[in-house]
């Protein structure tokens, strides 16, 4: 099955998000040696990426709260080299930041060639909650779509391949898991009240998601909608197309100049 064509938001399509099914599973068994057995090919190929220096990859990951983004990094990141593999978490901008405009602070923490870049949250979010708490009027939010296509354009001209991954959860499901915040006191730390305030806004989110997801889909840096009530299927799928995107570079070791041959270490 091909997984990246299921969960692609098709470029230039009209795109609707209700019709994604945040249970849906593709019929994959998502067993934790399945997993594992992803996760030891994505070892091996981020060894390759760092040691052959051509490419970088960024990961982009956005979801509702309780989406599953801190997760699905721990995962998919474990036994990961981190020398080769940074994760930068956008939080509300800082003074220094809001003083400059919304692409300065994301373009700093693009990852070197040879390496990956996880953003937990990006520079999405200056469409999504800027729009949805009316930050900043809709004659500026709106030209952000084209400035984050060109940005990302942009990236992939200097060789930093883009994917881009909505965790994509039900109302309920968030509900179980915030639930699940509250109940186990090892996960208490979690829990904010700002969520139960950003749950009220779920519609809204709904509607700037699908906006930000059809018109920032596109052939150089695609958007994947990954079904992600199940915390299995969903890990395993971003391995899986992670995985995928890696072996579509061409990764090699570089070629020595000298004759290894006729090296001798006294």
Same mark, same amino acid.
């Given at each position: ?35 594992e ?9 981020q ?34 080299? $981190? ?7 956008f939080?509300?901008?800082? $003074?220094? +930041? ?26 999405? +979010? ?46 309920d ?24 305030? +950003? ?9 700037a ?12 840096? $695609?958007?994947?909608?990954i ?40």
């Open positions: 099955m091909d997984l990246a064509k299921h969960c692609i938001v098709k470029p230039g399509s009209k795109f609707r998000l209700k019709d994604r099914d945040p249970d849906e599973t593709f019929g994959k068994k998502h067993d934790d040696k399945t997993l057995k992803t996760l030891e090919r994505l070892r091996r190929l060894h390759l990426l760092y040691a052959d220096r051509r490419y970088a990859l960024l990961i982009i990951l956005q979801a509702l709260d309780a989406g599953g983004k801190d997760g699905t990094i721990g995962h998919v990141t474990s036994g990961v080299n $981190p020398q080769g593999c940074q994760v930068t978490a939080k509300s901008p800082t $003074p220094e +930041e809001l003083a400059h405009d919304f692409l300065w602070r994301v373009h700093k923490a693009v990852p070197a060639l040879g390496n990956i870049g996880i953003f937990n949250r990006s520079h999405y +979010e200056d469409v999504l909650v800027v729009r949805v708490h009316k930050l900043a009027p809709k004659e500026l939010w709106h030209k952000r779509y084209k400035h984050i296509n060109d940005f990302e354009r942009m990236l992939t001209d200097h060789k930093v391949t883009i994917l881009k991954f909505f965790l994509h959860i039900s109302k499901e968030q509900k179980r898991r915030l639930e699940a915040r509250i109940q186990d006191p090892t996960r208490n730390w979690k829990f904010s009240m700002a969520d139960i305030e +950003e749950r009220r806004h779920w519609d809204d989110y709904m509607r998601y699908q906006d930000a997801l059809e018109k920032c889909s596109t052939d150089r840096a $695609p958007w994947y909608v079904p992600s009530n199940n915390k299995r299927a969903r890990n395993y799928l971003v391995a899986e197309l992670v995985v995928r995107t890696l072996d579509q570079m061409g990764l090699k070791y570089p070629r020595q100049s000298i004759d290894m041959s006729k090296v001798v270490i006294d």
